[in-house]
C-alpha cells in the first residue's frame, strides 16, 4: 500500500499501516502492530485475515510515518487498554533505552533504522519490541 513497515528485531512481530484492516471499506485507517507478517502486495487487509485482529492500533489517516505520538488501543490477555506511545527516532547502532514510568519510547520513521518501542501503563513499562 507504499506505507512503511517495520518488523521487530526480537520476536515475530510487526508495525504497518493497514487502510480497511477487515476488507471492509467502511473501517478506519491505522497503524497496528500485528504478530501476522504484512502482505507487500495488498492494498488493505494486509494480514489476510478478514478481520480486524491485532496486538495494537493506532488510528491515522497518515500511511507515511508512524504516528509521533498518539494513544494506542492494545490487546491485553482480550481486554483492551489505551496505552500513550511517543515515537522517537533512534540511532542505528542503539539497541536499548531507560525508560521511566512517565516517559514511552517508540520506533523509527525509516525501516533502515533499529528502534526500539516501549509501551507504558500506570504500572510502567509492559511491553519492548525493537524493530529495523
Known sequence: NGAPYYKSLTSP??????A????NMSGS???VIDDDS???TAMYDLDGDG??????????????KTPKGSMWK???????KDLWMALVRLASATTSVTATSTTVTATSEKATT???VIMNGAAGPQHRLAFV
Not at 13 to 18: A, H, R
Not at 74 to 80: A, F, P, Q, R
Open 20 to 23: 480497511h484492516c477487515s476488507g
Open 13 to 18: 512481530v510487526y508495525m504497518y499501516y493497514d
Open 74 to 80: 492494545v490487546d491485553c490477555g482480550g481486554e483492551w
Open 51 to 64: 478481520n480486524c485482529s491485532y496486538i495494537a492500533r493506532a488510528k491515522s489517516k497518515d500511511f507515511s
Open 29 to 31: 485507517a491505522r497503524w
Open 114 to 116: 533499529k528502534a526500539l
Open 38 to 40: 504484512p502482505s507487500l
